[in-house]
């Protein structure tokens, strides 16, 4: 089970800090990462880092303004959201992929366990 969190209304330039914690099964080898979806639109790829390594890999969307982290301790991932743009606006999924590389991670079909969105919404 993936419960994810700390979305909520900000204008535009401010931050939000997203967390999903891993709860249940177990695995050996796996990376975990956020996707998002704006109304109307696809489901796209945020970022993901793995959870052995602590490799990330981020969308050139929002390299430079938002970074990634884990805590193995709490199975928590988290998502620190800064500069904030009105196109960040959408609904922000948690994911996680029986892949240790998130280098691998683009695609919503590879993905293996999906947690709840959490709303996220930009103001100009």
């Known amino acids: 089970q993936l419960q994810a969190c700390g979305g909520g209304l900000v204008q535009a330039g401010g931050s939000l800090r997203l967390s999903c914690a891993a709860s249940?099964?177990?695995?050996?080898?796996?990376?975990m990462g956020w996707f998002r979806q704006a109304p109307g639109k696809e489901r796209e790829f945020v970022a993901a880092?793995?959870?052995?390594?602590?490799?990330?890999n981020d969308a050139d969307s929002v390299k430079g303004r938002f970074t990634i982290s884990r805590d193995n301790a709490k199975n928590t991932v988290y998502l620190q959201m800064n500069s904030l743009k009105p196109e960040d606006t959408g609904v922000y999924y948690c994911?996680?992929?029986?892949?240790?590389?998130?280098?691998?991670?683009?695609?919503?079909?590879?993905?293996?366990?999906w947690g709840q969105g959490t709303q996220v919404t930009v103001s100009s």
């Open positions: 994911a996680i992929r029986l892949t240790t590389y998130a280098s691998r991670w683009s695609r919503k079909e590879d993905v293996d366990y």
């Open positions: 249940g099964r177990t695995f050996s080898t796996y990376s």
């Open positions: 880092i793995s959870w052995s390594t602590g490799s990330i």
